[in-house]
């Protein structure tokens, strides 16, 4: 089975192409939809950072506007927040893997924002990097409700500057040409890859 870390900085269009595998059958883990989970009502991991980040908690969920107040410019408090949630993400990676091995998956997705940043792309066989230019990564993130333009070069700042990026990357997909080309090039990647992969 092969393993495709999918990774791309805010506004870069990431998400468009977890969408794109999906479309084409593509397992896809999407890492900040477990974090989603894990802060949701009931969630894994609402009891400890209620405990770790006190009044970040509302009607058994974790405000995540409010939390991210409290980590956001806080290098220590972001780092107790990771210690809770990281091993929590990568436990429901491994038995994404796990299950995907065990059915003969040849291809799988790993959807993780910051893969570089995080030392994921050990965990992978191939990467690929979703990119577009820096112009149009500002004007898609500004557009959204409640992104200020200090907020977005915050979120930028914890993230590897895009060159270093493009040289880590086995395969980079540029978005700014428009959402047909970087289908088919996707389209392309799936079919070499599963082709490679083994399995069903």
């Given at each position: 089975?092969?393993?495709?870390?999918?990774?791309?900085?805010?506004?870069m269009g990431k998400s468009t192409a977890a969408r794109m595998m999906r479309r084409l059958h593509v397992p896809c883990h999407d890492a900040d939809a477990v974090v989603h989970r894990l802060l949701g009502s009931g969630g894994a991991?609402?009891?400890?950072?209620?405990?770790?980040?006190?009044?970040?908690?509302?009607?058994?969920?974790?405000?995540?506007?409010?939390?991210?107040?409290?980590?956001?410019?806080?290098?220590?408090?972001?780092?107790?927040?990771?210690?809770?949630?990281?091993?929590?993400?990568?436990?429901?990676?491994?038995?994404?893997?796990?299950?995907?091995?065990?059915?003969?998956?040849?291809?799988?997705?790993?959807?993780?924002?910051?893969?570089?940043?995080?030392?994921?792309?050990?965990?992978?066989?191939?990467?690929?990097?979703?990119?577009?230019?820096?112009?149009?990564?500002?004007?898609?993130?500004?557009?959204?409700?409640?992104?200020?333009?200090?907020?977005?070069?915050?979120?930028?700042?914890?993230?590897?500057?895009?060159?270093?990026?493009?040289?880590?990357?086995?395969?980079?997909?540029?978005?700014?040409?428009?959402?047909?080309?970087?289908?088919?090039?996707?389209?392309?990647?799936?079919?070499?890859?599963?082709?490679?992969?083994?399995?069903?």
């Amino acid at each position: 089975m092969t393993v495709l870390g999918l990774t791309g900085s805010i506004g870069m269009g990431k998400s468009t192409a977890a969408r794109m595998m999906r479309r084409l059958h593509v397992p896809c883990h999407d890492a900040d939809a477990v974090v989603h989970r894990l802060l949701g009502s009931g969630g894994a991991a609402v009891a400890e950072v209620a405990a770790a980040f006190p009044d970040v908690v509302r009607d058994g969920a974790v405000d995540r506007a409010a939390l991210g107040a409290r980590v956001f410019g806080d290098g220590a408090a972001l780092r107790r927040l990771e210690a809770i949630l990281h091993p929590r993400v990568r436990a429901a990676e491994h038995r994404f893997l796990r299950r995907h091995a065990l059915n003969g998956r040849r291809l799988v997705v790993l959807d993780v924002p910051l893969l570089f940043e995080t030392g994921g792309e050990r965990r992978c066989d191939v990467v690929m990097l979703v990119t577009a230019p820096a112009f149009l990564q500002a004007q898609r993130v500004l557009e959204r409700a409640g992104m200020t333009r200090a907020r977005f070069e915050g979120i930028r700042a914890k993230q590897m500057a895009e060159p270093d990026k493009r040289r880590r990357a086995d395969i980079v997909v540029n978005t700014g040409l428009g959402m047909a080309p970087a289908y088919r090039r996707v389209r392309r990647l799936v079919r070499r890859l599963r082709a490679r992969g083994g399995g069903s």
